[in-house]
């Protein structure tokens, strides 16, 4: 019966983070950085639902699985942001025991802005910025990661991410985010490191650590080049995606309907903190539309914007 429990409880909860998005000045720019410098996949090239002269990028693993997820709304010459309190503020890769030395030798030669090798929580991190300014990190997590990660020729198995390993979300008083992610999204607290407050969901192995740093006197963030826009927890499917939105409205927070996002079912609301947060389905995934070994290489338009192709074609800037 544990067994029955545990599948129960795992297919009806959020199952750690689906993707997150930010924003980028230059489109070619962005996908120089995360597709040859950090050696992500891109998995699907298509346009922003609201703004379609815009991009949205997503670079993943092969197949874009839940949890390797991160896209881009590279806006041109948006201007740079600013990081700050009310919204995400660092993205957290996992990388293999070892690669850290490779990552900052790597990262020297393609000029890419680093931190020293630092530890957080037991967990060996080393910080970088991507040419925008987003804060990321590549972590070295307690347990081993055994994801397949998407090789290229110069980043390989022994050192290639595999897929995200935590988020921070920067707030002037965690206490009512914390209520949203351990009442709502069935995260639970792990542990405490100065004004940094770790929580963690057991449904998943992987891609399962949120993080809150109380920053009281912080100012607000700005979103623009080189921020994030968004967070997105992962479900199994619309039935879990629904109760979820449920729960949200019995806390009195305002949420969207469902919306078709192509490649995945999204719901959208602000927690108490500022942090715009997504729930997305694990469904129908990215090859709804491309086969997986072309994945990234069409110019993919959602179904309301098809008939614009030609002028979009004309608009978006071509990507090499």
């Given amino acids: 019966m544990l067994l029955d429990y545990q599948y129960i409880i795992m297919n009806n909860s959020i199952l ?92 020297a030669k393609k000029q890419v802005k680093t931190s020293e090798i630092a530890e957080r929580f037991g967990e060996q991190f080393l910080s970088f910025r991507d040419p925008d300014g987003l804060s990321l990190s590549l972590i070295v997590p307690k347990a081993e990661d055994n994801r397949v990660p998407w090789e290229t020729d110069e980043i390989k198995k022994d050192t290639a991410t595999r897929g995200f390993h935590s988020t921070t979300l920067t707030l002037r008083k965690m206490e009512e985010t914390a209520k949203v992610l351990t009442d709502i999204l069935g995260y639970r607290f792990l542990s405490q490191e100065g004004n940094r407050y770790r929580f963690i969901t057991d449904t998943v192995n992987t891609a399962a650590i949120i993080d809150l740093l109380e920053v009281p006197d912080g100012q607000r963030g700005i979103n623009a080049a080189g921020t994030n826009h968004h967070v997105a927890f992962r479900v199994k499917d619309e039935q879990v995606q629904m109760e979820l939105r449920e729960k949200v409205l019995s806390r009195n927070l305002q949420i969207t309907p469902k919306i078709d996002r192509d490649y995945f079912f999204s719901l959208y609301f602000r927690e108490p903190g500022g942090v715009l947060f997504e729930i997305a389905t694990e469904n129908p995934g990215f ?13 993919m338009l959602p179904h309301q914007h098809a008939h614009l192709r030609g002028d979009l074609e004309k608009v978006l800037p071509k990507l090499v």
Avoid: C
């Avoid at 993943?60 to 919204?87: C, H, K, N, Y």
């Avoid at 090859?287 to 110019?299: F, I, K, Q, R």
């Fill in 16 to 107: 750690g983070l689906h993707h997150i998005t930010a924003i980028a000045g230059s489109a070619q720019g962005n996908l120089d950085f995360y597709t040859k410098a950090l050696g992500l996949r891109l998995v699907k090239k298509t346009v922003n639902f609201d703004d379609p002269g815009t991009y949205h990028l997503y670079y993943g693993d092969e197949s874009g699985s839940a949890g390797t997820i991160l896209t881009f709304f590279p806006w041109e010459g948006i201007g740079q942001g600013r990081e700050g309190v009310g919204m995400a503020t660092e993205i957290g890769y996992a990388v293999p025991a070892g690669s850290l030395e490779f990552w900052l030798d790597r990262f």
């Fill in 287 to 299: 090859t709804v539309d491309e086969p997986l070994n072309e994945l990234g290489t069409h110019l």
